[in-house]
């Protein structure tokens, strides 16, 4: 999903009006992004930081990564020797994953499936979300519903490992537009509408091309506090164990733009 930090954003509009993105998927957002994920988003976060906080927690797995796409994280993760399986409901970001295993002779086990039903019976040392994966999940229900379905599939004493943006309360509703990057033969806009009484922001990214014309690229989310994700957890029998402000574990404080909340049982 998208990566923008919560409390940035370019100039918004006066007006507070809201929209969706009409025919939205759980599969949109994948299939949308998988040819210029890895290129736009693979430095993101620290992938090496994150195989190492994941490994310290979660020692000799099994592990889990929820919102998989194109194995950024499980491949650096596999890498080590462990155990790893990956989630996603877009088929486009597996086959990605799958190629890029191949390339580098690693084995993962890829299921194609929804993050929260599509589960399966196995059990796991750590199960994680990277960066803001879990606000793809469009209501505050299916968000606990995910918890919920985590807190089932934990070995005792597993942890789930959640990575996203510390929503900004101050942002006003309406719509912003801003130009995401510009090269010599295309163009990248970013547009999309906030509404705070839903918690809710649409967008697309609109990429103008010299050789290729117009790619729209739609993106939704349901954005959660991270004191609404502790009472999630609470819910579901786990508690907020460790919240540092990113993966290489630095203080989170109130400054803090991002956040990576460790829930155990």
């Not at 025919?23 to 993101?44: I, P, Q």
């Not at 970001?93 to 084995?107: D, I, P």
Request: charged residues 25%; proline residues 5%.
């Amino acid at each position: 999903m998208p990566h923008d930090r919560g409390r940035q954003g370019p100039k918004t509009s006066p007006q507070s009006t809201v929209a969706c993105v009409k025919g939205y998927e759980d599969s949109t957002y994948g299939d949308s992004f998988a040819d210029v994920y890895d290129d736009w988003y693979d430095d993101v976060s620290d992938i090496q930081a994150t195989v190492a906080t994941v490994r310290e927690l979660g020692r000799a797995g099994p592990f889990l990564e929820l919102g998989v796409g194109t194995g950024r994280l499980a491949l650096a993760l596999a890498a080590t020797g462990v155990e790893v399986t990956g989630i996603d409901s877009s088929p486009l970001m597996l086959e990605r994953l799958q190629r890029k295993s191949l390339e580098r002779n690693l084995h993962l086990t890829a299921i194609q499936g929804d993050m929260v039903d599509g589960l399966g019976d196995a059990r796991y040392a750590l199960i994680f979300i990277a960066y803001n994966t879990i606000f793809s999940l469009q209501t505050a229900e299916r968000q606990q519903q995910l918890f919920q379905a985590v807190a089932e599939r934990l070995c005792d004493g597993g942890s789930f490992v959640v990575e996203a943006i510390v929503p900004d309360p101050q942002r006003p509703a309406g719509s912003t537009v801003g130009v995401r990057s510009m090269r010599s033969d295309r163009v990248v806009l970013s547009a999309d509408i906030h509404d705070p009484s839903t918690q809710h922001v649409d967008g697309q990214f609109v990429e103008f091309t010299e050789s290729g014309g117009v790619r729209l690229r739609p993106w939704s989310i349901r954005y959660s506090y991270p004191d609404e994700l502790d009472q999630m957890a609470l819910q579901c029998g786990l508690r907020l164990k460790h919240r540092w402000a990113n993966m290489s574990q630095e203080p989170f404080t109130e400054q803090s733009e991002t956040h990576v909340s460790v829930y155990s049982q």
